[in-house]
Every structure is written in C-alpha cells, then in structure tokens.
C-alpha cells in the first residue's frame, strides 16, 4: 500500500513536470497560478494531507516579502496550494531529481550558502522583484526544525524588503495528526532524508496542515526590527494554533471520560 502511494506521488511529479513544459511557456501568469495551486492541492492530497488556512483576510497578493517558520520541503507545496510564491531555497534543491526542476521552472531564487558573496546576488534579485510587485517567499530561521518551537530569525533577507519599501508578510505553519495533536511527521531535520519523510507522513495519515496568515508588517528602515517584529507574529500564531489544538484535545478527553462513565453506569443497571 505505501509503495503503490508512493507511486502515485511519482506519477504526479512527472505530471507536473510535463504541465510546467507544455503549458506554462504560453500561459499567462494568472493561469500558471492556477495551474500550479491546483497541483500542489493534489499533491497534499497524495500525501495524505489537507490544508487549513486561518486569517486569510490579511493576505497581500502582491509586492510583499512572504516569510514563515521552516518545518519540511512539503512547506513549499502548502504555501503553493494557499497562494502560489516563488521561493529563495538552498541551491542543493535544484540538484534534487524533477522537484529540482520544478523548482527552478517556478521562479525560485536559489542561495549558495557557503558563498558569502553570493547573498548580495540574491538580495539585489529579491529586491528588483519586490519592486515589480511580485511576491516572494523566504524561510528566515535558515534551516528546519521539528516545528514545536521557533529558531532565531536571520535577518540578511529582509533587507530586501527594506531596499524595496515593501511591507513583510509573516505566515506559520503546523502540522497535525488525526489524533488533533501536532505532528512532527513531516520534520525535515537532522539527518532525516527526504525518503524517511515521506515515509513517516504516509504512515501518519490523515494530516492536517495549518497556515496562519499573520497581518502583514509595514515597510521599515531595519531589516533586525522587521525581523524582530515577523519572529513574534509567527510566534503568536504558532502558540494560538497549538493553543487550539490542545483545546480539542482536553475536549475529547472529557468526552473519552464521559462515554467510560456511562458505560461503567450500563455495566451496573439492573436486567444487563
């Protein structure tokens, strides 16, 4: 069964890889938007995971730095099922087999890491495209975690933001299992590989995934206030997310403790 799922994810990346080649070139940019928010849907849905989204009504479609906590690649077809955004990546990704060059076809920036020289390259990119108008996506804290907690902000990229005048756009995202508690399932951490990922996800389904939209941060003059300012919205959607989870938590283990009693209550009446 997990390999005929597998199988089944495969065959929608060669689908999109064959979509990207033989649709995009004349597409316009509202039909590749479509195109590829549909996609990463059916994607979610292959791994088995729906997607929830909360205070979409702050969302900036255009001419915002996007930034969100970093949990696992599958961050990147959440946040392209909500609203399609090209991303700044670690060059390794574009080595990756077909995701590497889906990634590359989508607009993505990709950051040499070891190369300290190649930063400016990549914020006088960022910058020219936040004044475009478009829309880009970066994961400050640079690496993953397990997503209980946030690591510190790195706050080189949102100089882009502050070159471009444009406003920041906080986002978070959390996981959850069938059991409405958070799942590190999806974590792509240490040295996990992709493969055990995926592997841990199929095997917890059905999963949740939540993106809170946080309201958007005004431009600014400091790149540390801004990301400052970006790790605590992110912080607070994390904490009320995992608040409500608990929240459902705590209620069905009330309702558990109801259900025993009144079987208990059965057990003793008389005739049973």
């Not at 702050?58 to 959440?78: K, T």
């Not at 990709?110 to 006088?124: G, T, V, Y």
């Amino acid at each position: 069964m997990l390999a005929f799922r597998k199988l089944r994810i495969f065959a929608h990346l060669l689908r999109g890889m064959f979509t990207v080649a033989t649709r995009f070139p004349t597409a316009t940019p509202q039909t590749r938007m479509e195109l590829n928010r549909a996609w990463s849907l059916e994607m979610l849905r292959r791994c088995g995971m729906k997607l929830v989204v909360h205070n979409d009504q702050a969302r900036l479609d255009s001419g915002a730095l996007v930034v969100g906590n970093h949990v696992s690649w599958i961050d990147i077809y959440v946040v392209n099922a909500w609203r399609p955004t090209p991303f700044v990546s670690k060059a390794e990704v574009r080595q990756w087999p077909i995701v590497g060059w889906l990634a590359q076809q989508l607009d993505t920036i990709f950051l040499q890491r070891e190369k300290r020289s190649d930063a400016k390259r990549i914020m006088h990119e960022l910058s020219e495209r936040l004044k475009r108008g478009e829309l880009m996506c970066v994961f400050p804290e640079g690496t993953t975690s397990a997503g209980k907690d946030l690591l510190p902000f790195h706050s080189n990229l949102f100089q882009a933001a502050v070159s471009a005048g444009c406003p920041v756009q906080p986002i978070c995202l959390m996981y959850e299992d069938g059991n409405g508690r958070q799942s590190e399932a999806p974590a792509y951490i240490d040295d996990l590989t992709l493969s055990f990922t995926l592997n841990a996800m199929l095997r917890t389904t059905p999963l949740t995934a939540h993106l809170y939209v946080c309201d958007a941060i005004a431009a600014g003059a400091d790149r540390r206030v801004l990301a400052k300012d970006a790790q605590g919205a992110i912080e607070t959607a994390l904490r009320r997310m995992q608040a409500g989870l608990s929240a459902v938590t705590v209620e069905e283990a009330v309702e558990e403790a109801v259900d025993a009693e009144s079987a208990d209550l059965e057990g003793l009446t008389p005739g049973r």
